[in-house]
């Protein structure tokens, strides 16, 4: 791809992706990547590490922010890319990943993506030739509080940030007040609107949006998009973020009650959110993620409903 996003966003921190998906490489005495990415990534990860003069035996750490296709995919390269990287992840990811038949079809999802970027005309060099492994291997499970420290004052302390995901991890670099809260702040549009993602649990998501926003945070390192560089421009997007998922969870229910269907509510998030960058994603795995948002908000409300 030729929209290379490798920058540096903080002073230990840079941004290796694409305007598609992002790995951060922490830079102490020993380096952690935070986001593995999927398959397609990996190439472009290791190419950027060694134009920053990186030796492959420097990076100590791969962290699998969650256990979704496009965060666990590309850690079977990386993990042969760095041998000396130990992978971490939470108790319930390490669980996910461990499952085959959830593997298999994180990779068919990933396949899928492959495809959509490469009917973008991106990714010419692709290596079809690559085998997914059954299970994707995790060395070391983080618990809330958890610290690494990577040398260089340089320390990496890990939250549990459920809602989302049942299994998903926000990292914290006190020391350059960066965050790194994977999907749990949501995906951002460029029209300012957000896909608020509460797969889970609603009420977690909100939790977990309040929980991060505690932390003093000046760059905010997502998992999709460019991180945002500013401090006010962090505040301003986790407020809003939470807005839009009392927005979109209110409406969800008031329409609800109003008689509209499940199915009908699940339609509408999907044609307000299957688009731009997002959409290389599959139809079927965006229809399976508004499905569930209707479903957690329902939920929250203990409205009964079939579906
Ligand atoms: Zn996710």
Request: proline share 5%.
């Amino acid at each position: 791809m030729t929209d290379s996003f490798l920058k540096k966003v903080a002073d230990k921190v840079y941004q290796l992706g694409d305007p598609y998906y992002q790995t951060y490489l922490v830079r102490g005495e020993k380096c952690a990547l935070v986001e593995t990415g999927l398959s397609y990534t990996v190439p472009k990860v290791v190419t950027r590490l060694a134009e920053l003069g990186i030796s492959p035996e420097e990076v100590r750490y791969l962290v699998i922010t969650h256990a979704h296709f496009d965060h666990v995919c590309g850690a079977p390269g990386l993990q042969k890319a760095f041998p000396e990287a130990q992978t971490l992840a939470s108790a319930i990811a390490a669980r996910v990943v461990n499952k085959e038949n959830v593997v298999a079809n994180h990779f068919k999802e990933d396949r899928e993506t492959v495809n959509n970027l490469i009917a973008r005309g991106l990714l010419p060099d692709y290596d079809t030739s690559f085998q997914p492994p059954a299970t994707v291997r995790v060395d070391r499970i983080m618990n809330e509080g958890d610290v690494i420290d990577l040398g260089d004052d340089c320390t990496l302390a890990f939250y549990m940030t459920p809602g989302h995901s049942p299994c998903s991890m926000s990292i914290y670099l006190a020391e350059e007040e960066v965050l790194f809260p994977s999907d749990c702040l949501g995906y951002p549009f460029s029209n300012m609107d957000i896909f608020t993602m509460y797969l889970s649990s609603y009420r977690d998501y909100l939790d977990s949006i309040r929980k991060v926003s505690g932390l003093d945070t000046s760059v905010l390192a997502l998992p999709h998009a460019p991180a945002i560089l500013e401090k006010g421009k962090v505040r301003d997007f986790m407020r809003h973020s939470l807005e839009m998922a009392q927005e979109v969870h209110n409406h969800i229910i008031r329409s609800f009650r109003n008689g509209r269907s499940f199915e009908d509510l699940s339609l509408e998030l999907f044609k307000r959110y299957y688009k731009e960058n997002w959409a290389v994603q599959s139809e079927e795995n965006m229809r399976i993620c508004t499905d569930l948002v209707v479903r957690r908000s329902l939920e929250a409300e203990n409205i009964t409903f079939s579906k």
